[in-house]
């Protein structure tokens, strides 16, 4: 039974869907924001959130963790030097989609995944 198994497969293996959501998150960490379709978005949102998560604890043992994840060692130093201490003081919420519409050809529905910019400020 597929009880609490909610995740979306794109029409894809597992092997392609993983290779998919790393290449996402690997772009959407160098450049902060990626125009994709929605569903794509909505899929990728979750794992980026974890991996900047862990991004926020600047030691050995998570940059391993990170790396083996993200299949490479050429985002970390981005991740770790400016977009993990960048979100240190927020407790989560990093990333927002914003849709743009449908795209002419398929009329696949698009949106912006992008990393959030303002500083975040709690209520006292």
Same mark, same amino acid.
């Given at each position: 039974?597929?009880?609490?198994?909610?995740? =979306?497969?794109?029409?894809? !293996?597992?092997?392609?869907?993983?290779?998919? %959501?790393?290449?996402?998150? /690997?772009?959407?960490? *160098? $450049?902060?924001?990626?125009?994709?379709? =929605?569903?794509?978005?909505? !899929?990728?949102?979750?794992?980026?959130?974890? %991996?900047?998560?862990?991004? /926020?604890?600047?030691? *050995? $043992?998570?940059?391993?963790?990170?790396?083996?994840?993200?299949?490479?060692?050429?985002?970390?130093?981005?991740?770790?030097?400016?977009?993990?201490? /960048?979100?240190?003081?927020?407790?989560?919420?990093?990333?927002?989609?914003?849709?743009?519409?449908?795209?002419?050809?398929?009329?696949?529905?698009?949106?912006?995944?992008?990393?959030?910019?303002?500083?975040?400020?709690?209520?006292?």
């Amino acid at each position: 039974m597929r009880h609490r198994k909610k995740r =979306l497969k794109l029409n894809r !293996l597992p092997h392609q869907r993983n290779a998919l %959501i790393v290449n996402m998150m /690997k772009s959407l960490f *160098l $450049h902060g924001r990626i125009k994709t379709t =929605l569903a794509k978005a909505k !899929l990728v949102k979750p794992f980026a959130e974890k %991996i900047i998560t862990r991004a /926020k604890i600047n030691n *050995l $043992h998570q940059k391993r963790i990170v790396a083996s994840k993200l299949r490479g060692w050429d985002v970390i130093p981005k991740l770790f030097n400016e977009i993990g201490p /960048k979100f240190a003081n927020r407790p989560g919420g990093y990333t927002r989609i914003i849709k743009l519409g449908y795209r002419d050809s398929d009329s696949a529905e698009m949106a912006i995944l992008e990393l959030v910019q303002e500083e975040f400020k709690p209520e006292e």
